[in-house]
């Protein structure tokens, strides 16, 4: 297993690294500022009027990247620096999540997926790795493999509909950034040092979720490796 703590180990480090360069990224394009003069809100306006998409709202959220698209109600929520900023870091955002509204408006399959997958997930989620360790637990405590096993091969299966959450995700947030990036070139609503600094830090925002991936499917073979390798 000391294989295993290596990669849990090199998973972390690659997360704090992934992490740390991404808020260095904004803070760095958060410098250039756009020469068009919008700002994020106005870039999420104009890229969802120009897809033709007149049913969803533009809104301002609270705190630091808390942006996202809500399927649900229709809205592209942007953080208040995101909303109302004027540089390559706004113009990044706002379009990569118009992009997954757009994604929504065309019926992107893996964005459908992965929204049925979300209730599911945030349910499940909670306490798949509490039903392994009391399995487990159980199962030691009764002397038996019976009830204990089935417990955390229970909490092992909505493990994996969190990993596999994790993986589909990925095409969903790389789709999203190359539809992003497609519109801000092509219709030259940034210059080629502004688009630069759009991809690099949609970059490594996607980094992000590819780490979360990789740590999901770690964390999901360990548990597997304990419940299965325990079994008599």
């Known amino acids: 297993m000391i294989g295993f703590y290596i990669l849990i180990g090199i998973i972390s480090l690659f997360s704090w690294l992934v992490s740390n360069t991404l808020k260095s990224k904004f803070k760095k394009y958060s410098q250039v ?29 609270p705190g630091r990247l808390t942006d996202h698209y809500n399927p649900q109600n229709k809205t592209v929520n942007l953080s208040e620096a995101v909303y109302n900023q004027r540089n390559a870091a706004a113009a990044a955002v706002a379009a990569h999540e118009v992009g997954h509204a757009v994604q929504h408006a065309r019926a992107y399959q893996y964005l459908q997926m992965r929204s049925k997958l979300v209730p599911m997930v945030s349910i499940t989620s909670r306490f798949s790795q509490w039903m392994v360790i009391g399995g487990i637990a159980f199962g030691a405590a009764s002397g ?25 995700t990925l095409p969903v947030e790389y789709d999203a950034s190359n539809r992003a990036l497609a519109w801000l070139e092509n219709k030259k609503m940034v210059t080629r040092e502004e688009l630069a600094g759009s991809k690099d830090a949609l970059k490594w925002a996607a980094r992000t979720y590819l780490v979360a991936a990789l740590g999901s499917l770690a964390m999901l073979l360990y548990w597997a490796l304990q419940v299965l390798g325990n079994r008599d």
């Not at 500022?33 to 890229?47: D, P, T, V, Y």
């Open 33 to 61: 500022h756009l020469r068009n003069g919008m700002s994020g809100a106005e870039i999420a306006q104009k890229m969802l009027a120009d897809h033709g998409i007149y049913d969803v709202q533009v809104i301002s959220t």
């Open 144 to 168: 038996s493999t019976g009830i204990g096993f089935y417990i955390a091969l229970a909490g092992l299966a909505f493990m994996a509909l969190g990993t596999i959450f994790s993986f589909i």
